[in-house]
């Protein structure tokens, strides 16, 4: 085994950043970040021991540029890279520039990620290692994507090769419409991606999105740590994950399981990674994906585990074998835990919405977690991803998990930008979600949400306001100039007080 690395440069922003310089600490490793020139006063900043401004300009010339990635490593001193998700975490490119410059790279190896990150690729290696795939086609041009859709039958999904994380998915739902859908999904495709290639999947409405998170060593070893259920989704994006999944039985978990690790043996795949499924009513199941990092669900394969993942991926990059117990099949899950995602969105048309956090209150007590991102009078803009941060509860049972997760998403004061909270309460409310029997259209068959209006906060601020300009047993007619605006306020009032 290679030496634990000693500073760690993390390539990436927000809660991974901020979850992936916790266990660093822990580890005797000095966490090192990153920042655009504009988001010099982001909060995982605060949690790193360093920081080098990538300079001006958007995402691509900061976030996702390899030279000011590796200048910012040599600046640093650092000896290894960690990407987090998003970003960089899934470029083969970036695993090569960093291994060839010297430095530890903590994930998998630059072919298994060529490898399952073109979606028909993987589906091709997949369809070799005997692992079920999801019936649809290769990519083609509109005149063999046609034929072929008439073939599979509709629904349909129209999906960029090189997509991910939900973007890039059309779907069609009668044939007349796929010419125009394949047509708009190469253009966004080609932007998003830089590859126009699309392919078509038959699409199944009433389906459940089951993955398994699975790691693998150097050694060839490759083992499953069990399942989450990713079926609370939102145009594709989850919203919400649990483990286990109350859909699995025994047999069906241990034939899953299996395909998993085939998937990830496929590829000789070393560090973490999670193999996605889709599971239908008939309880087949076939490959959907493969992750090839972190995913940001894996909080709840954690907490029913008792492990850190993260530091189980640097200590498997530095060589290290998977651990005995882990090979032994001696894991065994306990309790239950949810993740619930909290977005600076719309909670009914799910549109970005950005403002300053002016009040951040987490919730607490046993079984619960917050992975955060931000805090208070941290701004949040449309530029970079709208999750806030996640919050992990566990319990002894699934009930149990639900009761608590409703309290403390009940209890979670964010005040200074919309969140998605109205939401995530409406699922863990709705019956379907509470029986264990619900698919991923759950959220399109929520009942329709009403528009809140003008939320509480801008009420308590209002009130907040009158407070502090106006004399004790005086009605105020108008503001005074300059008067102060509570928004503002370094300290002050608060939701309760």
């Known amino acids: 085994m290679a030496a634990i690395p000693k500073r760690l440069l993390i390539a990436n922003r927000g809660e991974i950043a901020v979850r992936v310089a916790r266990t660093a600490r822990e580890m005797g490793i000095e966490p090192v970040g990153v920042h655009a020139a504009d988001d010099a006063d982001a ?24 030279p000011r990635l590796l200048e910012a490593a040599a600046v640093m001193g650092a000896d290894a890279v960690h990407p987090g998700y998003g970003f960089l975490s899934e470029n083969a490119d970036f695993a ?23 979606k028909l690729e993987a589906r091709r290696r997949m369809r070799e290692a005997g692992v079920p795939v999801v019936p649809g086609s290769d990519a083609g041009n509109g005149t063999d994507l046609l034929e072929r859709g008439r073939d599979l039958g509709f629904p349909l999904l129209v999906k960029a090769s090189a997509g991910g994380g939900g973007k890039g998915m059309a779907r069609v739902d009668r044939l007349e419409d796929l010419a125009g859908a394949i047509e708009q999904t190469e253009r966004v495709a080609a932007a998003a991606f830089g590859d126009g290639n699309v392919y078509l999947e038959r699409m199944f409405d009433r389906a459940r999105h089951v993955e398994f998170q699975i790691f693998g060593d150097r050694s060839g070893s490759v083992v499953h740590l069990f399942e989450r259920e990713c079926s609370v989704q939102r145009r594709h994006q989850k919203v919400l994950e649990e483990s286990p999944s109350a859909a ?16 990830a043996r496929a590829v000789g795949y070393v560090g973490a990674g999670t193999v996605e499924f889709l599971l239908d009513e008939r309880r087949n199941f076939y490959f959907l994906e493969m992750n090839t990092r972190l995913q940001v669900e894996h909080p709840i394969t954690e907490e029913v585990l008792g492990l850190d993942l993260v530091r189980s991926q640097i200590e498997i990059a530095a060589g290290a074998p998977l651990p005995a117990d882990w090979r032994g099949g001696k894991l065994v899950p306990q309790g239950h835990a949810i993740e619930l995602r909290l977005y600076a969105e719309d909670p009914v048309e799910f549109l970005p919405r950005s403002g300053r956090i002016r009040v951040w209150e987490e919730p607490a007590g046993p079984g619960v977690r917050v992975d955060a991102g931000v805090g208070e009078g941290t701004r949040v803009g449309v ?35 919309e969140t998605n909270a109205p939401l995530l309460a409406r699922v863990l409310d709705s019956e379907e ?19 809140p209006g003008v939320p509480d906060a801008a009420w308590i601020a209002a009130s907040s306001a009158l407070a502090s300009v106006a004399p004790s047993g005086r009605r105020l007619e108008r503001a005074p100039a300059g008067a102060p605006d509570p928004w503002d306020a370094a300290s002050g009032w608060r939701a309760g007080a």
Do not use: C, Q
Request: proline fraction near 5%.
């Open 43 to 66: 909060f995982h900043l605060s949690r790193m021991a360093r920081s080098v401004d990538l300079g001006a300009g958007g995402i691509a010339e900061t976030y996702l540029s390899i």
């Open 96 to 118: 090569r520039a960093i291994n060839g410059a010297g430095l530890l790279w903590i994930g998998p190896s630059p072919e298994a990620i060529d490898s399952m990150g073109d």
């Open 248 to 263: 699995l039985d025994p047999r069906l978990r241990e034939a899953m399981g299996r395909a998993a690790v085939e998937a």
């Open 383 to 417: 530029e970079y991803d709208p999750l806030l941060a996640k919050l992990v509860v566990s319990g002894p049972d699934r009930g149990a998990a639900i009761d608590r997760a409703r309290r403390a998403l009940s209890e979670w004061v964010v005040l200074g930008v």
């Open 433 to 451: 979600f509470r029986s264990g029997r619900y698919t991923t259209d759950l959220i399109a068959r929520l009942p329709e949400a009403e528009d």
